[in-house]
Each structure stands twice: as structure tokens, then as C-alpha cells.
């Protein structure tokens, strides 16, 4: 009887100090488990006399109730605790605003060659396409740059092997083109792409630019075609007081060859520091195609006639939004992008 009343008595001391959940359930067990000390009482108690018998199972009984009584009361409170930490940590705040979602934009470039492709295809051209890793013929023999050609040489282009190069301009997809179509006309195409050129890198020029050329092959193209072509192209593209002024020039795809300005559209003309006060702005090269080029193409000059542009899309998306730095189309900075919304 007097160890039942020292085992309860030590039981409710070291529950008294319990500090965690861990404890409590080692405490249980030690006191009320299998191998605990009022187990071995119950299972001793065959060998008490008749009236003895009920008495410690009485007390055995007791002292087991107010040990479990105190264990299910510290239980409930760390069930209590438990339960009130992860209230506390999902609670959500409904009082909070909702996160705004980031809204994407089309880039600048993309804009413009959207827009470009939209004004030709609104002409009936179609949009053609090739690879920009190029062999040295399509990119330049067959544009009339034989061997020799300074424009050739290493320091403007990126050679991969001496046949193989990136691309300098998206001619070589019309030189193709006109490969697949093998004499069958009309041809009306431009061809948008991304070029690769060695020279400087700097605010206005980058190694890898973006390119929208154009080609038109059938009978009797004449260069009063290329001239309406253009001045239909820049009414749209910069509005319809828009005037265009052709200079010559040279290329060796082209004969004759034309360097093409509109009248600026920042200042209409008169004068300003985007145009530097000449109120032109050069902003495409075009021409006659050259007969050599027909015939490598395999178009018989006699029979047909085209005419050719092209247009670098970055120096026309910096003229329309202002922009100052060419490299601010690579960068990838969100300030710059987004303000294209
Ligand atoms: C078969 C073929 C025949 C002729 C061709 O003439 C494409 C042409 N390009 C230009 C021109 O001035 N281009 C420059 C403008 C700015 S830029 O992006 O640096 C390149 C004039 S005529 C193309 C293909």
C-alpha cells in the first residue's frame, strides 16, 4: 500500500516537470506501460490473501486513474497548443489585396515586324524564311559578290568554316526562293530575320540585327513599281503625310541602286534632333534587281524584271519609339520592355 502511495506521489512529481509531448509519452509508458511498476502490482496480486485482494486493487486502481487523469489533462493542452499553432500558421488574411498579375508585352522589334509584314502582306506579298547559319553562295556569289569582294572578307562577317557563315543580310532566303520557283512568276515576298555582322558594337550597330528585305520578279516591274511600293510602305508605317526621297546609290545585287529617306516623322520635315535638322531620315536601301542576280536565280533578264529592298528593323523601331541604344532590344531589362504594354 505504501509504495502504491510513493509511486503516485513520484508519478505526479516527474509529471510536474514534464516540459514537451515526447516526455509525457515516455512518462506514460514508463509509468502505466506493460513493463511499468502498477503492471507488476496487478499481476502480483494472485498472491495476496482473500481480503488483502480488494483493497490493493482498490488503491492499485486509484493511484492509475490520477496518473492517467494528470497525463490526459497535460495532453489536452498540448493538443490545445498544437492545434492553436497551426491555426496560427494558416491563417490567411482576406483583408490583404490581391496580388497584381504581371502583364506581358510584345517586344519592341516584334511589333515592328509585325506591323511591317501586315502593311506588305496587305500587298500581297507573302512572308518567306530560311536559315541564318548560310553557304558563302547563296549569301553572297549569287547576290553578284563574287570571290574577291571586299564585303567578303573575314572582318565583316562570321565565317563558321570558309563555305559556311552566319548570314549578313536575309538576301540569301530570296536567292532560295527563287530556286524552289524556278522561273514561275509573280514573286512577292519579304523576308524578316535576324543577320550577323562583325563590324563595331556599339549604340547604333550590333553584331546580330534584325533584317526585313523584300523581292518582286515578274513581267515588266518597273522602278516607278518600286517607287509606289515604298511610298505606300512608309505612309502606312509612319502616316500619310509621310514623303519619300530616293538618292543614288550602289549595291551589287541592285542596278540601279537607290538609298531611299522619309521625311522625318518626329518633325514632319522641318528640322530636329532626331533627324539632325535635315528632316530626312534614311531608313532603306532598294533597286532594280541586277540581272546577273535574275539570272544565277534562274530568271531570264530578258523576260523579267523585279525590284529588291531592305530595311534594318531595329533603326526603324528606334526612329518610331525614340529609342537611343540599339543594345537595349538585347538586354532583356524589364524597365525597357515594359514600356511597350
Ligand atoms: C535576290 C535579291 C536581290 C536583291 C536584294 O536586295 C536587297 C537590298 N537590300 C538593300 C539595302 O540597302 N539593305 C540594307 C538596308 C539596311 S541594312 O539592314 O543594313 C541592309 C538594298 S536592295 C535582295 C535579294
Known amino acids: ?6 509511486l503516485k506521489l513520484e508519478a505526479l512529481q516527474e509529471l510536474s516537470g514534464v516540459q514537451s509531448q515526447q516526455e509525457l509519452n515516455d512518462l506514460r509508458i514508463k509509468y502505466l506501460g506493460k513493463k511499468g ?46 492545434t492553436e499553432n497551426r491555426l496560427r500558421a494558416e491563417m490567411i488574411d482576406v483583408t490583404l489585396p490581391g496580388r497584381p498579375s504581371q502583364q506581358g508585352a510584345v517586344h519592341p522589334l516584334s511589333k515592328v515586324i509585325q506591323e511591317i509584314e501586315d502593311i506588305f502582306i496587305g500587298m500581297g506579298y507573302t512572308v518567306a524564311e530560311g536559315p541564318e547559319v548560310e553557304q558563302d553562295y547563296y549569301n553572297f556569289e549569287a547576290l553578284n559578290l563574287p570571290k574577291d569582294h571586299p564585303a567578303r ?40 530575320g535576324k543577320v550577323y555582322r562583325r563590324d ?58 537607290v538609298e531611299v529617306d522619309v521625311s522625318c516623322a518626329m518633325c514632319g ?25 535574275l539570272e544565277m536565280g534562274g530568271y531570264d533578264p530578258k523576260e523579267y524584271t523585279g525590284f529588291a529592298f531592305g530595311m534594318g528593323v531595329e533603326r526603324i523601331a528606334m526612329l518610331k519609339y525614340g529609342i537611343e541604344d540599339i543594345r537595349h532590344f538585347y538586354t532583356n531589362d524589364l524597365r525597357f520592355l515594359k514600356q511597350f504594354l
Not at 38 to 60: C, D, F, H, K, N
Not at 160 to 186: F, W, Y
Not at 278 to 288: D, N, Q, R, S, V
Open 37 to 82: 511498476p502498477l503492471t507488476e502490482v496487478l499481476r502480483g496480486m494472485g498472491a495476496l490473501s482473500a481480503e488483502e485482494r480488494p483493497v490493493i486493487g482498490q488503491v492499485a486502481n486509484d493511484v492509475r486513474a490520477a496518473i492517467e487523469a494528470v497525463i490526459e489533462e497535460k495532453q489536452a493542452g498540448y493538443q490545445q497548443q498544437e
Open 153 to 192: 572578307d573575314m572582318q565583316d562577317s562570321f565565317y563558321i568554316t570558309d563555305e559556311i557563315l552566319m548570314r549578313t543580310q536575309t538576301s540569301p532566303v530570296q536567292v532560295r526562293t527563287m530556286e524552289k520557283r524556278q522561273g514561275e512568276v509573280p514573286i512577292k515576298i519579304i523576308c524578316p
Open 269 to 293: 520635315g522641318v528640322g530636329c534632333r532626331t533627324c539632325k535638322q535635315t528632316g530626312w531620315l534614311e531608313i532603306l536601301g532598294a533597286g532594280m534587281v541586277h540581272p546577273r542576280v
Open 1 to 6: 500500500k505504501e509504495r502504491l502511495e510513493a
Open 200 to 257: 563595331d558594337d556599339d549604340a547604333t550597330h550590333s553584331h546580330m540585327f534584325t533584317q526585313i528585305e523584300g523581292l518582286v520578279i515578274d513581267r515588266n516591274v518597273r522602278m516607278s513599281d518600286l517607287k509606289g511600293t515604298l511610298l505606300q510602305f512608309v505612309q502606312e508605317m509612319y502616316g500619310k503625310e509621310t514623303r519619300i526621297r530616293l538618292r543614288p546609290s550602289f549595291f551589287p545585287f541592285t542596278e540601279p541602286s
